[in-house]
């Protein structure tokens, strides 16, 4: 079974609009942090915001917030205010703790493309 | 600092050539992984360092490749009689060991890959 789904492999929006990127995750380990990470066309990795598994609050980083919804193992990335700038590759990974792996596993992305 | 860096940025080579790629992970970074993703996908695990031990390698990671991380600071990934199926981009990334799940993983710009 995939351990991360991002089932939306193109997303368009308008500037200056919200956009919801979907993840759904697979885990029987109870701590897991989940990570959304940002690609533009450069190449480069970038990290925008994370989410323990015991963490009560859903998290926020500027425009960015992680809808996690833990009994539906869902953790959605929320962009407000879409940019331009934000056009790119998005991926969601997970790492998972009690096994001690510290690589992360991550989904097969979604390609947002922002439009004036 | 300047980030994680790897070099070279392209390389194209020929079939059953071998191949040698360089990253230098953040100063301070104690853990270094290296990943491949190939098009449309995201990327997966091959192996994982802290300090100068090789602690993990995926099934990936088949015979004809080998890391290493001499001195517990930059690395190298060796493809040994490169075969089409290696064509891919490479990524370097680097983190802090502090063991705390949500230790963000810092990526380099990656170095693409194109077997002939």
Not at chain 1, 29 to 46: N, V
Not at chain 1, 69 to 80: G, H, P, T, W
Request: some cysteine.
């Amino acid at each position: 079974a995939q351990k991360i789904t991002q089932t939306q492999p193109g997303m368009f929006v308008q500037e200056k609009e919200a956009v919801t990127l979907d993840c759904t995750y697979d885990t029987s380990d109870p701590s897991y942090g989940l990570f959304w990470y940002k690609q533009p066309s450069s190449g480069e990795m970038i990290f925008l915001i994370y989410q323990g598994s015991y963490d009560q609050q859903n998290a926020t980083e500027g425009r960015y917030s992680l809808n996690f919804q833990k009994a539906r193992k869902s953790a959605n990335l929320v962009i407000s205010a879409s940019q331009l700038g934000d056009s790119a590759m998005y991926f969601c990974a997970m790492r998972e703790g009690a096994t001690g792996r510290r690589a992360l596993t991550f989904g097969s992305g979604t390609r947002l493309q922002v439009q004036p | 600092d300047t980030g994680v860096s790897q070099d070279p940025r392209h390389k194209i080579t020929k079939r059953g050539q071998n191949v040698t790629f360089r990253c230098d992970p953040i100063s301070e970074h104690n853990r270094l992984y290296w990943y491949r993703q190939t098009l449309g996908q995201g990327p997966e695990f091959l192996t994982y360092f802290q300090n100068e031990a090789q602690l993990e390698k995926s099934r990936l990671l088949s015979d004809r490749f080998s890391a290493e991380r001499p001195k517990g600071s930059f690395s190298t990934l060796e493809i040994q009689r490169t075969e089409q199926g290696d064509s891919a981009m490479y990524l370097c990334a680097s983190s802090l060991g502090t063991g705390d799940m949500n230790t963000e993983a810092f990526f380099g710009q990656g170095t693409r890959l194109t077997v002939v």
